[in-house]
Each structure stands twice: as structure tokens, then as C-alpha cells.
């Protein structure tokens, strides 16, 4: 039996490349081209499990992302760090000068601002997917136009790649997450990292609280993201990613966390891909 899982983007994106690393070539990939559009395939039962980007080493946060996990109810049970290489390809028969325009995720143009400042006769254009506009490039034929896309997509569509790892850092990696709409799928014994989301008042020294909790209980945080709580005007929600080494301290700390802290909610609980 073939899971089927949802990605953000088509055949020989990030994500597609996500989804082969974690779960083998026995995948039935569900293409999406927004995030909205991959939560609705898990919610309406079009996918078991879906593979969506949270953050980026050079970008930060995709923090829309933080909130569709909240309000629809999904649940992290598992993660995967993926290097990004990012190259720039053409038709055959088309080289570096030859391009106008170079269209591309917002993510992937943000990321290789520095090698463009060479080309400034060069267009940057947003769009909704590094192979998606790889795979446009070969079906319509369209020349003068480059996408930024993984190696993959250059051999999947056919294209030239002209210049390779055009990325600015070359140390680049994003943090993907592994969401489905029911939780836990290992053993207590082999969690070791989760993910959970809680809201405090606003009183001195609320948030300082909830973090001594953890540390009293020997969780390690490793990231603490806050977003405005849309329908509460000044009221934030904080995200928040810990590891730990025995899931029992994790325990104690959500018996106290949800005591100290407002609608608090564990998103995921899953294994740290970083160990």
C-alpha cells in the first residue's frame, strides 16, 4: 500500500524530495500549489500525510504555516532537515545571457539575491513553485526565461542548468515537517522532541515563567516563535519547539505549562531529526 502524501509544489520540488528521503519511492505524491491547498487535501481525505517547509536558515520562519497547523487541527509527527541547492536553468540551447526573466518561489529569489546583483538587466518574478516554473519552461517552450529549481527538476523537464548552487549562503538547509490530522505515531520511548503553541497574559513576568518551567524540567528549547492571536487584537500566541532526553519530563512540564498558560496545545510530538 502506497501512502499518499501531500506536498507543496509538483514532481522535482523541495518538498517531492522531502517526501522520497523520509518515506522511500513507495509514495503516491498529492500536488498542491499553496499550503492551503495541502491541508485540504489531508482534511478532505485526498492524502494520509503531508510534507510542509516551517523554516528556512537564511529566510527564518514561514510563520503562515505556524497558524494553519493551529487552526486546523493538525499534528507534527515527525521532521527532516533537507540542504537547498539551488540552481538556474534554462531550455537547451539557451545560456546565461540569452535570459530576461528569472521566475521562482519567493523563497528561492530571497535566497540568491547576491548572485543576481551581477545581472541587474535580469527580471526577477515571483511564483508559486521552483519545478512548477521549471516544468512551464519545457511545455511551453518559453525562451529568455530561467527558473531557480533543485537538480532534480533539470532532469525531470529537460532543462540546462547554467549556473549551479547560486544560493547566497552556501550553507542553506529548511526544516520540513511531517503533518496528518491524527497524532502519535511512535512509542513514547523513542520521543524526544515537540512541538506546542500556549498564550499568556499580560502580566510581568508570565513568559518567564512558562520558560523556567521548562528548564525546571529539563527541556531544551530550541525555538520560540510569536504570532498575534487574529481575533484578540495585542494578544500573541508563542510556538515553541523543545527536545528533551526522557519523554516523562516532557510530560511534567505540559501537566504544569497547562496549567500557567492560556489555550495551550501540544502540536506535535514526534522524533528530533537533529540526533
Same mark, same amino acid.
Given at each position: ?20 528521503? *523520509? ?13 492551503? $491547498? ?80 551581477? *545581472? ?111 481575533? $484578540? ?43
Amino acid at each position: 500500500m502506497k501512502f499518499k502524501i501531500a506536498i507543496q509544489g509538483i514532481q522535482g520540488s523541495n518538498h517531492h524530495q522531502v517526501a522520497k528521503d *523520509y518515506y522511500g519511492d513507495a509514495i503516491e505524491l498529492v500536488e498542491c500549489l499553496s499550503f492551503d $491547498s495541502l491541508v485540504d487535501k489531508l482534511l478532505n481525505g485526498e492524502a494520509d500525510k503531508g510534507v510542509m517547509a516551517i523554516e528556512n536558515s537564511i529566510a527564518g520562519s514561514i510563520i503562515p504555516n505556524y497558524n494553519l497547523i493551529y487552526h486546523n487541527k493538525l499534528h507534527i509527527i515527525g521532521e527532516y532537515y533537507l540542504n537547498i541547492h539551488h540552481n538556474l536553468m534554462v531550455l537547451a540551447g539557451q545560456n546565461i545571457s540569452d535570459i530576461k526573466e528569472v521566475r521562482s518561489h519567493p523563497m528561492a529569489l530571497l535566497q540568491c539575491k547576491e548572485f543576481f546583483k551581477d *545581472y541587474p538587466e535580469i527580471k526577477l518574478v515571483e511564483d508559486v513553485d521552483t519545478a512548477e516554473t521549471a516544468q512551464r519552461i519545457q511545455k511551453q517552450q518559453l525562451k529568455h526565461v530561467a527558473a531557480i529549481a533543485p537538480n532534480v527538476a533539470a532532469e525531470l523537464y529537460g532543462l540546462n542548468i547554467v549556473a549551479k548552487d547560486i544560493q547566497t549562503i552556501k550553507n542553506n538547509a529548511t526544516r520540513f515537517i511531517i503533518v496528518k490530522t491524527k497524532n502519535k505515531e511512535l512509542p513514547k520511548a523513542q520521543i524526544n522532541k515537540a512541538s506546542i503553541r500556549f498564550l499568556t497574559d499580560h502580566k510581568r513576568g508570565s513568559l518567564a515563567a512558562m520558560l523556567n518551567v521548562m528548564s525546571d524540567c529539563n527541556l531544551n528549547l530550541t525555538k520560540i516563535q510569536s504570532l498575534p492571536v487574529i481575533e $484578540s487584537p495585542w494578544k500573541y500566541a508563542f510556538f515553541v519547539d523543545i527536545t528533551f532526553d526522557g519523554y516523562s519530563n516532557f510530560e511534567k512540564a505540559k501537566s504544569l505549562l497547562n496549567i500557567m498558560s492560556e489555550d495551550f496545545k501540544v502540536l506535535g510530538e514526534y522524533k528530533n531529526a537533529r540526533v
